[in-house]
């Protein structure tokens, strides 16, 4: 795992946005693994306007995002689906046809928990996957107590998820209280994570993510036994680390970072 601090929000965004750009003209037929969350809002915004100005194609690009609610259907404006129309997938030229969200509302959950995993692995596996996380720890909806190995599947939140995204319903109560989320074994099957997390409210738990024991009750932690795994951060966010002047050296002197520095 490395740690990349950047001094602000927007310049971590940036930063992964980058990565992700990187990705995709490397490889065009790339399978993107995508996250939702207010903190993602600005990577996209950044990657569409890489498409505007740049040309960046995503037209043979497949996508997969980590989870979805349960009993919300697409054209619901609280489900993630949505989210990813308005924020990304109408803004690129992504075919909608390859993009992919597990489908809360399908009468079979298991079924389609399996029809996801089964759709991932005919396009070969996730590239590059990008991961929020929530005050829970989790990585998708992966709380407490998920199984390192786990797969995707449908997920109680918890009362701390239910409190962190109520907020974004126009009524708290609407907010589903299960998810079909990607396992933590479906993340770690990934080639390459990249973690974004920004903010003074996510310090505590990205020390946690990054320098704590690996532990189911914090599924993100998870990512310290991944082979190539990113984590970005602002300032803010990177208060608690302990380590900050070996990551700080890293950036700086590795090879893989230098067309990243400016
Ligand atoms: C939700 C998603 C997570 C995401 C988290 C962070 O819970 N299921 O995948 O990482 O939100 O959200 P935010 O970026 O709004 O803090």
Sequence with gaps: MEVIIQPTKEAAANLVARIISKEVRANPNAVLGLATGRTMEAVYDLVAAMHKQEGLDFSLC??????????????????????????LFQKVNVDVRNTYLPDGTAPDLDAECQRYEDNIKRFGGIDLQLLGIGRSGHIGFNEPLSALLSRTRVKPLTPTTIEQNQGLFDKPEKM??????????????????????????????IAKAVEGPVTSMISATALQLHRRCTVVVDESAATKLQGCDYYRWVFQNEPEWQEFLS
């Design 62 to 87: 497949k996508t997969f995002n980590l989870d979805e609610y349960v009993g919300l259907p697409g054209t619901d404006p609280h489900s993630y689906r949505y989210y990813m129309n308005e924020h």
């Design 176 to 205: 589903p209280r299960r998810a079909i989320t990607m396992g933590v074994g479906t993340i770690l099957d990934a080639r390459r994570c990249i973690l974004l997390a920004t903010g003074a409210e996510k310090a505590e738990i």
